[in-house]
């Protein structure tokens, strides 16, 4: 008991620092992966603006950087992560390779979920006269929230594992905490709380998006 006492502000601080890196990330991995998913589907749909290079293009930028292991890409985008936050550590400076890498993640699982839309619905709007802009905001966006919902819950998930190997170059949070004093110097009592901690973060979140989700169901 007294030894986790010590550590308590140590994991407080790293908890704090993994909640800014899988906010800041899953911000941007909404904000920009949401456009690039509606592109990716509206691009390879013949009901609605198909264009074949354009959809190629964007698929293969989207697996290349999914392909990459996180530990790399964040490697490889440190002179850029550096320039952009003027820092070379910190959760601030690992929130660059955590978007990086996210906003690709939610882009497909964004695609899916409109893949799971109706063609009859979409049909239907084309019938009446809706324009692309009103059949991706009153159509396809309303019916895929469900996928949606899923999608910002997985890619939060994946976040919180990549912001633990994130710990690797100084990014900080948990897994920063983990490798310093868990590994390093061999003390099991931190190693053991902050996988216990991952494991609470994570669990909350499957529960928060699963209710959000039966809400949905329900509406």
Excluded at 154 to 167: C, D, E, K, R
């Amino acid at each position: 008991m007294q030894r986790l006492s010590e550590i308590a502000p140590l994991l407080y601080r790293a908890l704090l620092e993994t909640t800014l890196m899988v906010s800041v990330s899953i911000f941007f991995a909404v904000l920009v992966g949401l456009p690039l998913g509606i592109l990716l589907y509206v691009t390879a749909n013949p009901l609605l603006f198909r264009i074949k290079p354009l959809n190629q293009v964007l698929g293969a930028i989207t697996n290349v950087i999914r392909s990459f292991p996180f530990i790399i890409l964040i490697v490889a985008i440190m002179p850029v992560a550096t320039w952009l936050t003027n820092s070379s550590h910190g959760p601030v400076f690992a929130s660059v390779a955590l978007s990086i890498a996210a906003i690709p993640l939610f882009a497909r699982l964004a695609e899916t979920s409109f893949n799971g839309v109706s063609k009859g619905v979409i049909e239907a709007s084309i019938a009446g006269g809706a324009s692309l802009p009103l059949i991706i905001t009153d159509v396809l966006i309303p019916e895929a929230r469900r996928g949606l919902t899923q999608g910002i819950t997985l890619t939060i998930i994946s976040i919180i594992a990549f912001s633990a190997t994130a710990g690797v170059v100084g990014g900080g949070g948990i897994g920063d905490l983990a490798i310093r004093y868990g590994y390093y110097r061999y003390d099991t009592v931190t190693m053991v709380a902050t996988v216990v901690v991952l494991i609470i973060i994570v669990q909350l979140v499957q529960l928060i998006g699963d209710f959000l989700t039966r809400r949905q169901e329900g509406n």
